[in-house]
């Protein structure tokens, strides 16, 4: 049951794919909270995905648009203002893909065509969303824009490859523009560093249950779920956080603070008993894909 935090506010989600989604949670969460918001995403995952069941439950509409594509973006705001009945107070950017990553291209040898479509899906087109509703003025004052990323934007992670460069340069994105926005039309622009979370985006990535489990393990608080990520975003859509904006906001039950916890070093040190025993050599085998 909501609290109406949100009521009378409009949005637009990018990303809801299926109800693992973070995106999906966002855009449940945001309608209990009693906002109207539009739902976005490529044609492609449109079909693929289960995002028109969402839109019937909220009792509104699905408009494909590709992220990296500026005039779908001019649509997709000129079409939400119209939909919706006036400007957005808030967006969510759930976007993120690797070819690399897909294609288990190790980090010393990408594929730079790849990485240019990783950057720019999962980076790039942040700047282009914002860039499109500025010159369209389409957010109101005081709106808030948020973007997912993750703790490898600061930290190096096994597997994760070059979406940590994607996710670093879509922190220094919100930064930026977070500025202009901020100045001229105080428009709120946060990133939120969300816990390893298994979405269907997630669960691509090589080892990624180990890395639940470490993360799991190495937070105080434990990870944060999506239905908790979800959570907080209703907090920065909220004008209870006007005054918080260029932050990239680690949510992920205390994991970006910690150095060793007493759970991980109980795992390692089984690990070691067992290493000993077998006489097996503790360094990784697979570089594969680091």
Not at 62 to 80: G, P
Not at 185 to 210: C, E, H
Request: hydrophobic content about 40%; glycine content about 8%.
């Amino acid at each position: 049951m909501g609290n109406n935090l949100l009521k009378g506010k409009r949005g637009i989600i990018f990303g809801a794919l299926n109800p693992d989604s973070i995106a999906w949670k966002v855009a449940e969460r945001a309608y209990e909270e009693g906002a109207t918001m539009t739902l976005t995403n490529v044609a492609v995952a449109l079909r693929m995905g289960e995002t028109q069941k969402l839109a019937e439950k909220l009792n509104t509409e699905v408009i494909s648009a590709d992220a990296t594509n500026v005039d779908d973006l001019n649509n997709l705001f000129i079409k939400s203002m119209e939909l919706l009945g006036g400007k957005i107070d808030f967006v969510l950017h759930s976007i993120g893909m690797s070819p690399n990553v897909r294609k288990e291209r190790h980090y010393s040898d990408l594929n730079y065509s790849y990485l240019d479509k990783t950057l720019d899906v999962s980076a790039v087109s942040f700047h282009k969303v914002l860039q499109t509703a500025r010159k369209l003025d389409a957010i109101n004052e005081w709106g808030s824009v948020i973007a997912l990323s993750y703790v490898a934007a600061q930290r190096t992670f096994f597997g994760y490859n070059d979406m940590a460069d994607a996710k670093s340069l879509l922190e220094s994105i919100a930064r930026s523009f977070g500025y202009i926005y901020g100045r001229e039309r105080r428009v709120r622009i946060n990133t939120i560093s969300q816990s390893p979370t298994l979405t269907t985006a997630g669960s691509g990535v090589k080892g990624f249950d180990r890395l639940l489990d470490f993360s799991e393990r190495m937070s105080p608080l434990g990870n944060a779920t999506g239905d908790e990520c979800a959570d907080y975003c209703i907090t920065l859509f909220s004008d209870l956080t006007k005054k918080v904006t260029m932050q990239n906001l680690f949510h992920d039950g205390g994991f970006s603070n910690m150095g060793m916890s007493l759970s991980v070093l109980q795992q390692y040190e089984k690990g070691l008993v067992h290493d000993e025993k077998y006489g097996q050599d503790s360094e990784a085998k697979d570089h594969s894909f680091d």
